[in-house]
Nanobody, 125 residues
Framework: QVHLVESGGGLVQAGGSLRLSCAAS????????MGWFRQAPGKEREFVTV????????YYSDSVKGRFTISRDNAKNTVYLQMNSLKPEDTAVYYC??????????????????WGQGTQVTVSS
């Protein structure tokens, strides 16, 4: 079992920044690929970014590439999502997720075994 707790969400103006954190417990963190997903009202959960075991391999959705940065600190069992140049369309509940079966991670929500409770990010125009 893996327990994930997100933090760092909030309300920010367009063009601003937020940093989300996701603390993990319960399993060897360095053997988990970690992803961030988001879900806006009335929409399906969508892939944002993923980072592999060592932190070297990362993938981003086209909508956030160049604005968001994922990183991890295996000593602190934490993954981060730095979000810059935020836009109103980034408004959503952001979830971190853990994939214990893949070294580099997946873009598909169905491949993730564990999920956090989510943190709300609201970007005002």
């Amino acid at each position: 079992q893996v327990h994930l707790v997100e933090s760092g969400g909030g309300l920010v103006q367009a063009g601003g920044s937020l940093r989300l954190s996701c603390a993990a417990s319960g399993r060897t963190f360095s053997r988990l690929a970690m992803g961030w997903f988001r879900q806006a009202p009335g929409k399906e959960r969508e892939f944002v970014t993923v980072i592999g075991w060592s932190g070297v391999t990362t993938y981003y959705s086209d909508s956030v590439k160049g604005r968001f940065t994922i990183s991890r600190d295996n000593a602190k069992n934490t993954v981060y999502l730095q979000m810059n140049s935020l836009k109103p369309e980034d408004t959503a509940v952001y979830y971190c997720a853990a994939d214990g079966d893949s070294v580099s991670g997946s873009r598909r929500p169905v491949d993730y075994d564990y999920w956090g409770q989510g943190t709300q990010v609201t970007v005002s125009s």
